[in-house]
């Protein structure tokens, strides 16, 4: 039997699916499941505003599912929690049945 989780975890778990319920937040997670990008690449893989996607990208990193590293002037945004990209395929899976 799995354990009954603490208040403060439920809202750990909550704030996490808060963050993945953006549309534009799991389209910049897609953008990056194959590698690194910076800010412009992902901005054009997306389609949305320089000012839009650095919100929604320092919202995922602050929550330690990204990982951003500066190269110069250059900052490489990618994938650090493989665990949310394996979630929302679930979703997506349980969805096309």
């Known amino acids: ?54 919100k929604h990208l320092a919202l995922l990193a602050a929550a330690e599912i990204l990982t951003r590293e500066k190269d110069g002037q250059c900052v490489y945004y990618g994938m650090k929690d493989p665990l949310t990209l394996k979630l929302c395929e679930l979703v997506h899976n349980q969805l096309a049945e």
């Open 1 to 54: 039997m799995k354990r009954t989780l603490a208040e403060a975890e439920l809202e750990q778990v909550a704030r996490h699916f808060r963050l993945l319920g953006e549309p534009m937040r799991l389209k910049i997670l897609q953008a990056l499941c194959g590698k690194p990008r910076t800010v412009n690449e992902i901005v054009a893989a997306v389609g949305a505003t320089q000012a839009n996607v650095s």
